[in-house]
């Protein structure tokens, strides 16, 4: 089994979405950490802020079937894929860690994500999982966001109903 986090996002009725879709995680691949919701600005575009957590799992799926599997339940919540890339989201999910894998795949497969540079996803890997090892550069979570310039982008918690 593989040790995953992901990074869960919503700037469209995210006090719907997101507690969705952690029930559907928590159905199809048991126990869950999840970390607390906040949000923050949209990243990349000009739109509504959005609503941010992270999850992580243990999974017995490859990385690429584990991506199909997201991408469908993103699409049971009205993802639309032919929008630009950076617009508004009912609900967007990435793998941000496989374990400990570093992986280039096909479409936007990306492992680690890049959006760790950013506290949206930072923050709420490093609460759930403060003493995990980035695979490239070695460092905690909890170091990583220590030395993030909170600041420069801030957030705020905002509860979720269960």
Partial sequence: ????YLSL???????RHLPAAIRELRERFGALSVSPAYRGAAIGFDGAEFVNLAVGLDTGLSPEALNNCL???????????????YADRMLD?????????????????????????????????????PD????????????LWTAFPAQAEPLRIEPLPE
């Fill in 71 to 85: 991408h469908a339940l993103e699409d049971r919540h009205g993802r639309r894929r032919d929008v630009p890339r």
């Fill in 132 to 143: 995990f090892r980035h695979p490239v550069s070695g460092q905690r979570m909890a170091a």
């Fill in 1 to 4: 089994m593989a040790r995953v």
């Fill in 9 to 15: 996002g919503s700037n469209i009725e995210p006090q």
């Fill in 93 to 129: 999910i990435d793998i941000v860690f496989y374990d400990d894998q570093v992986l280039d795949g096909p479409g936007h497969l990306k492992i680690p994500r890049k959006e760790l540079q950013h506290a949206f996803v930072l923050r709420p890997i490093a609460d759930i999982a």
